[in-house]
């Protein structure tokens, strides 16, 4: 598409200097979230994360969710278990991850072994999701192809008649999460003439945090 390379602006964030830097990237991740959500007004979704697999062939793909937990196990999201994602960390238990907030001029990434999360915690995050989202759990079967939209909506609406009360919709067995734990864990924060700050957290052999700075 024409006029794409004309696209350019400074990025002029704060500095990111070694000693802003928590010695546990969990930790700094979480400070960098909860700064980003005071910063940003509530169109923007703090907690959209892209999201790479790749399959038994190590062919990736990336998609959006949401984060949905985030502690010093890892960062969890909630998806289908049969979609496209479910079988690729299947087969190839091992994701990345990509928070990306424009205006503040920063990214973070994070990749690691990534587990599915125990079936009491996915019920117990299930339980406070809106009805209407539960029912849709049960209605989709994501990632297959369906005939038109239609044949979705009569899916939705079976599952209306199967589940009618708003308060007992239970956790379908092909619906869970995915927690990633983080091996490797990268801040990136823009600076002016893309000579961005970046740092990355990495396991030493003794299995302990090192902080290196990565050139831009
Ligand atoms: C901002 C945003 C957030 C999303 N959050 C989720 C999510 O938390 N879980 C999910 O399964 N899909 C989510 N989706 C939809 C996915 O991007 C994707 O379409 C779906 O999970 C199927 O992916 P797959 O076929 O690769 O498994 C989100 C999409 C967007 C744009």
Redesign the pocket.
Known sequence: MGGLGELRRTYDGTPLERGDLHPDPMVQVAHWVAEARDALDDTT?VN?VALA?ADAEGRP?V????L?DLDARGLT????LA????H?LRQNPYAALCLHWTSLFRQIRVSGPCAEVGREEAAAYFATRPAGSKRGAWASH??APIEDRAALEARMAHAVERFPDDGDVPLPPHWGGFRVTPVEVELWQGRPDRMHDRFRYRRDDAGAWVVERLQP
Do not use: D, I, P
């Not at 998609?63 to 949401?66: E, I, T, Y």
């Not at 999201?77 to 289908?80: P, S």
């Not at 979609?83 to 479910?86: F, I, M, Q």
């Open positions: 979704e959209a697999t793909s998609r959006m969710v949401l949905k999201f909630y998806t289908n979609s496209r994602k479910g690729e994501q990632s």
